[in-house]
Structures are given as C-alpha cells and as structure tokens.
C-alpha cells in the first residue's frame, strides 16, 4: 500500500458526517477512516457519537477504521479504546519533546496491549490557535533525525508529520504571515527526508486545500493517511446555505439537511478518487490486531 494510496481520515461529530462519509466510501468501494476529535465528541457525547460510528462501521459494506484525532487525555483515549476504536492519536506535541516522550510511550503501551495501534505528532501541526510565538513555518517543521529518534523509542504504528499543512482556514493574519514564509504549501523534500528514516506510514493532517498535486507527490513518499475535516464541512456548510435560501418553506430538518450531507458525502468521494483509495476496499483489514467489540 505504501506509496501507491492513501486512506482519508475524515472527522465526523455528527450523523449526517458520518452518513455522508459511509456513502461516500461505499460508492467507491474504498476503506476508509472515520475520526472524532475531543470537540466533537463534547459537542455530541462520547457514548452517543461512538455509538452512532460503530453501528455505521458495523452495517458498511466497506472497511471502516474508528479513530480517535488529537488527544492528551489519556482516560479519555483507555475509554475509547474500551469503547472499540481501532487506533488513537496521542498529541502530546504541545509538551516539550522529553513529556511528547513520555506520555506517547505510555499510551503505546497500554494500547499495544489491547491490540489498538497509536499514532503520535512530531513537530506542530498550526491551527487559528497556535499562531503564538511563532516566527517562521520552519520553526515548527518535523526534524528528520528527531522523527526517527521518537519511532524508534515510542513504537508508535503511524506518525504525524509537519510539513507545512496546517488545521482549519487561515484567518488570522499572524498565521498567514507565518505561512507566507514557506516556499509552497507543502514541503515535499521535507516529506522526502522523514520517509528516508522513518518506515512506518505517514500521516498528513490539516491535508484540506493542499493541492492535488502535492498530495499524489506525498503519498509516494510515504503519506498513507490524510485527515481531512475542513474540506468537508466547506461543502456541508456552502450546500446548506444555498438550500435554505432557495426554499425558504421547508423547516423539515431531513429536507433542509439532505443537500449538504450528499455535497459532504461527493467532496469525500473526490478525495478517494484522488488518494487512489477508490476500489481498494476488497481484501482490506481494519487492523487485524484488534479484536471486534
Ligand atoms: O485532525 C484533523 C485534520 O488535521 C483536519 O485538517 O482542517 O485541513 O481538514 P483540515
Ligand atoms: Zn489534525
């Protein structure tokens, strides 16, 4: 798989983005990641939201992983994994990088033990709330050498790379500014660099709006997964929007949501089409490591 597609991990926090995201990967016959952040599961109910990805993995017709996206609590992610996810993330990349250490290996090993796989953040990853002190992109970039250190020492099974992507849209203008200093959105050589020393599969976040062609360039380097939540909400957002304006009489929540999970559901489907994940659901295994829950 490595080299050749990608799977999106694509954040949920609702049915209608979990819906449009099943259908999405059904009609492509391709496997596919579904992922909740801490907000989400705030927003809906840890018990509530899982409950609702599990029936939805459980009826697919395609391979589906249940991911848990950025998190340092680690009582959080014990009761994920004993709710059934497949993987978690441990962001302790805020924490200087002995505490990123610590806590990343810790949660390796109760994972491991569970047979749940881990993946962990080298570098920071901007979003609208991590402008401060920054000065330039490069300050937060994955170094390399580091990223093969912290493998090796954490046995971590995926690893998230900062290559200049960064979460949400940039509206802040300390951030645009700090993103002005690089030379394109994504560093390829950098990705380049860390595939060189590092072979467990990457992970690209913050991949909405980094172009097509960046994002074909970094799956033959490595990047095996893509977290896409923006791109997604956009679609939602803009076809929803255009919905009520055009019929002003429906106050059916079912006819006003319609439209935006199926324009969610076809910027998935495009994602998949430009991973080459597309057709790639047969045969697949939802780490087979994992016993069912
Ligand atoms: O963890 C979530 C993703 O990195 C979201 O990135 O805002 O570019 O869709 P995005
Ligand atoms: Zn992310």
């Known amino acids: 798989m ?3 597609y990608a799977i999106p991990a694509f954040n949920t926090s609702d049915l209608e983005m979990t819906q449009g995201i099943i259908r999405a990967a059904e009609k492509q016959k391709a496997p596919v990641i579904v992922q909740t952040s801490v907000g989400a599961l705030e927003y809906a109910g840890i018990d509530e939201l899982v409950g609702l990805n599990k029936a939805f993995a459980r009826e697919a017709k395609i391979p589906v992983a249940l991911h848990q996206d950025h998190c340092h609590d680690f009582n959080l992610i014990k009761k994920l994994i004993s709710l059934g996810y497949s993987s978690v993330m441990v962001d ?20 491991h033990r569970r047979g749940v796989w881990v993946q962990a953040e080298l ?13 330039s992109g490069d300050d937060l970039m994955t170094d390399p050498d580091q990223a093969a250190e912290f493998v090796r020492d954490t046995r971590i099974d995926t690893l998230a790379i900062a290559v200049g992507s960064v979460h949400g849209i940039p509206v802040d203008p300390r951030i645009k500014k700090v993103l ?23 992970v690209m976040h913050g991949a909405s709006g980094v172009p097509d062609k960046q994002i074909r360039a970094a799956i033959k380097h490595g990047v095996a997964v893509f977290n896409i939540d923006t791109d997604l909400r956009v679609a939602f957002n803009k076809a929803l929007r255009d919905n009520l304006k ?48």
């Open 246 to 293: 055009k019929h002003v009489e429906v106050y059916d929540p079912r006819k006003i949501l319609a439209p935006a999970t199926e324009a969610l559901s076809k910027a998935a489907e495009a994602k998949l089409k430009l991973m080459y994940t597309s057709g790639k659901a047969k045969g697949f295994r939802v780490n087979p490591s994992r016993p069912r829950t």
């Open 92 to 111: 302790a990349s805020h924490l200087p990088y002995k505490e990123n250490l610590k806590l990343t290996k810790a949660v390796v090993s109760y994972a």
């Open 2 to 4: 490595l080299g050749k």
């Open 180 to 202: 002005s200093t690089l030379k394109e959105h994504v560093d390829i050589d950098r990705v380049k660099a860390i595939r060189k020393k590092v072979k467990i599969p990457l």
């Open 123 to 135: 570098g920071r990853i901007l979003g609208n709330e991590d402008w401060q002190n920054v000065k």
